[in-house]
């Protein structure tokens, strides 16, 4: 490293530290301030007490003049609450125990001011996370959640969703809970969302009812955040029974808004769903489409087998919104991870191949080539996608191209091979590519092609590049199975064709044939 280099590091490095050393000196500063009672209790002194213990000279006549707001902005004995507030909401931060300090933040939070009862309110929230001081600071906030200051109460829920974070609140679930139904928008907010950070390590199964109910709350926020709360509560084997009841129930509430936060719950809950199954695939026919959204989307998430919905999936490929049909699709594809489910998914996905809605055909083949590629056993379907082949639908043969190349990694495709060479005649070069594609997958894995050669041949000279390359590694794959000599020619030819690809293929077709030739000969 040169010098430049290594001062300029060192100037970073020395930046860095200067950065990080303000809040370490304010922890520490802060931390020596709280062993102290009597700079403890400057947060709570009256003005004239408070005045007296910063200064023994008078004040100044113009000092006396001094206004209202003048003192919420720093002068005074308000600056001195404001700054022993924010001192112990640093040091509360860093984790240095204040359970001294509690009391005297517990009064705080009813200051004239805002900024100390907003600063007392966090450290309290921070409090939460240290054992020793967990119960009080607990005791503190939910005491102020019935303040009738309304400032108060939001302030407090706000620092209680920091404070619900990865901690048991069991403690404080009934005021919470009960803090659900206050009239301010900001509180019942913060306290739905306290409730879900909450729920990964607390038994909140006393507040599911009335997290059921905000999904119902006029404002839009407050639904989603409930709707959260309860997927969150889901995925905790504590709550998981009871939120998840409650979000299968909301899924037939007359309010379609209801609905659409529900489904979307349920979409968040990635763990075992299996009770909501039926349900969803019943949403999927909902009036809203929305709803219809959220619960393929649903579907599409979750681990549990949705076999029991298959049917209504299959139906949704044929749907006209693309973020529907991608869902289905996407769920059916899934499914081919667990086999219980995918016995019954890849008999559906055959009878859709003969649907007489083209976006099902398409769909269905669309979701056997991503299960296939997701090693899915295919050996079932490979007669209905032969028969595929020659769909009056691009989509529907190229799909089904792609799909015969995937399931070859696995399954035995030789008797799709005639349909392919065919195949390869078609008017699509998409198709012709991806037929091309599957008999070279075929030959990888072994089979004789040498009677599908001529056909390869022809298609070195395509007028679209990428069939050609793709025709040229075929006959590269095919070279040590079958015998490509009548290609040599051709091959020799395409090793003048402008794209790399091609030359690149047809290069390696030629070094392997030559090289099978020279081990028959020794």
Not at 147 to 169: P, Y
Request: proline content about 2%; overall charge positive.
């Amino acid at each position: 490293m040169n010098t430049e280099r290594m001062e300029l590091g060192y100037k970073k490095h020395s930046s860095l530290k200067r950065v990080l050393a303000v809040p370490l000196c304010a922890a520490v500063m802060f931390s020596g301030f709280l062993k102290q009672p009597d700079r403890i209790s400057l947060l709570a002194l009256p003005a004239a007490h408070a005045q007296k213990a910063r200064q023994s000279k008078q004040p100044s006549d113009n000092e006396k003049k001094v206004t209202k707001r003048d003192k919420d902005h720093g002068s005074g004995d308000v600056n001195v609450r404001v700054r022993a507030a924010r001192g112990i909401m640093d040091a509360a931060f860093f984790g240095i125990d204040i359970s001294r300090g509690i009391p005297v933040l517990t009064k705080a939070l009813s200051d004239e001011n805002e900024e100390v009862r907003k600063s007392a309110a966090w450290a309290l929230g921070y409090a939460v996370h240290k054992e020793k001081s967990r119960n009080a600071a607990v005791a503190a906030l939910t005491g102020g959640l019935g303040n009738k200051n309304e400032d108060i109460r939001v302030k407090v829920a706000q620092s209680l969703v920091i404070a619900a974070m990865g901690t048991d609140m069991g403690i404080a679930i009934s005021a919470l809970t009960n803090a659900l139904d206050d009239k301010n928008y900001e509180v019942r907010k913060n306290i739905a969302e306290a409730l879900g950070n909450a729920a990964e390590k607390t038994d909140i199964n006393k507040a599911i009812p009335a997290l059921t109910k905000a999904l119902s709350d006029k404002d839009e926020e407050i639904r989603k955040v409930a709707a959260r709360a309860l997927s969150y509560a889901a995925c905790n084997k504590k709550n998981e029974d009871a939120a998840i009841a409650a979000l299968i129930k909301a899924l037939e509430n007359d309010n379609a808004e209801v609905r659409v936060e529900a489904v979307r719950a349920l979409s968040l809950t990635f763990k075992n769903i299996s009770k909501a199954i039926i349900p969803l695939a019943k949403a999927l026919d909902d009036m809203n489409d929305f709803v219809r959204e959220g619960a393929a989307q649903a579907l599409m998430a979750t681990t549990s087998d949705i076999s029991k919905a298959i049917p209504a999936l299959i139906k949704t490929l044929g749907e006209t919104d693309s973020d529907m049909q991608y869902y289905a699709v996407w769920a059916l594809v899934y499914a081919a991870d667990y086999e219980k489910s995918w016995n019954t998914v890849i008999v559906a996905l055959i009878k859709a191949l003969c649907d007489t809605n083209s976006d099902v055909r398409s769909n269905a083949t669309l979701v056997l080539v991503n299960a296939a590629e997701r090693g899915a056993d295919m050996s079932k379907a490979i007669s209905a996608l032969t028969k595929a082949l020659s769909d009056k639908n691009d989509e529907v043969r190229k799909f089904a191209t792609w799909a015969l190349k995937n399931a070859a990694r696995k399954s035995d495709i030789s008797k799709a091979i005639p349909a392919l060479t065919k195949t390869l005649g078609d008017k699509n070069e998409l198709v012709r590519d991806g037929a091309a594609g599957a008999l070279g997958k075929a030959a990888e894995k072994g089979a004789d092609i040498t009677d599908v050669i001529p056909a390869l041949v022809k298609l070195l000279f395509d007028k679209d590049e990428y069939v050609r390359a793709t025709v040229a590694e075929a006959l590269a794959y095919a070279a040590w199975k079958s015998d490509i000599s009548q290609a040599i020619p051709a091959l020799t030819k395409a090793l003048g064709d402008k794209n790399e690809r091609v030359l690149e293929n047809a290069s390696e077709a030629i070094r392997l044939h030559e090289s099978k030739n020279s081990m028959k000969s020794e």
